[in-house]
Each structure stands twice: as structure tokens, then as C-alpha cells.
């Protein structure tokens, strides 16, 4: 079984930053991309930033949403199996809950599988 764990979210004013964490755990064969979507009330859930898994201990090329870009930063570790997200000179339109993502492979599986962390809440206020 594999669980998705986002930390981080919380309340901050305009112009504040926050930082959201998503570990993975169980049992993991190897991760794909990892990334962070939000959905406000109202709203479909949308793409905030991803990063493949790369060759590196800290991942590979990242892609983000015009809205975010410039403003936020995804990292990974892949010896922690852990995402990142910087989210910096927040807006209220930012207001969100927030979910980590990873594409794996499981120990007992050989093709690719999407899973979703429970979801953090951010709101920004004006």
C-alpha cells in the first residue's frame, strides 16, 4: 500500500510565502513525476507545477502554470521520496486546497499508477 502525506498548508497574509511538503511511503518500486494540483471552491482541479524524476537525488526538468510561475518552486528529494513546494508572494487567488501527486510503480506492479495525497489547505487573505 502506498500513502501520500502533504504538510504545510495553513493561513498567511498577501505577499507571505508558505511551504507544502508531500512524502510518499509504502511499498515503492521507483517514482515517475511528482507534482502539486490545487482546486478552489468552485472550480476544477488544476496542474500547479511538476518534476520528473530525473538523475539526480534532486530531480529533473520541472513545468508550472503560468499563474505560479516565477512565484512558486517545486523541488524533490528522491532518497526521501518527498516533494516540495515554495510558494512564494502569495495572492488571494491563490486560495486553494492543494494535492500532492506522484506517478509509481509499486513493488507488486509493473506498469505506472496515479496517487493522490489527502490535500492540504492554503488560504491567503487580502
Do not use: H
Request: net charge positive.
Amino acid at each position: 500500500q502506498v500513502q501520500l502525506v502533504e504538510s504545510g498548508g495553513g493561513l498567511v497574509q498577501a505577499g507571505g510565502s508558505l511551504r507544502l511538503s508531500c512524502a510518499a511511503s509504502g511499498s515503492i518500486f521507483s517514482i515517475n513525476d511528482m507534482g502539486w494540483y490545487r482546486q478552489a471552491p468552485g472550480k476544477q482541479r488544476e496542474l500547479v507545477a511538476v518534476i520528473i524524476s530525473g538523475t539526480s537525488t534532486s530531480g529533473g526538468m520541472t513545468n508550472y502554470a503560468d499563474s505560479v510561475k516565477g512565484r512558486f518552486t517545486i523541488s524533490r528529494d528522491n532518497a526521501k521520496n518527498t516533494v516540495y513546494l515554495q510558494m512564494n508572494s502569495l495572492k488571494p487567488e491563490d486560495t486553494a486546497v492543494y494535492y500532492c501527486n506522484a506517478a509509481l510503480r509499486t513493488r507488486a506492479t509493473t506498469y505506472l499508477t496515479n496517487y493522490w495525497g489527502q490535500g492540504t489547505q492554503v488560504t491567503v487573505s487580502s
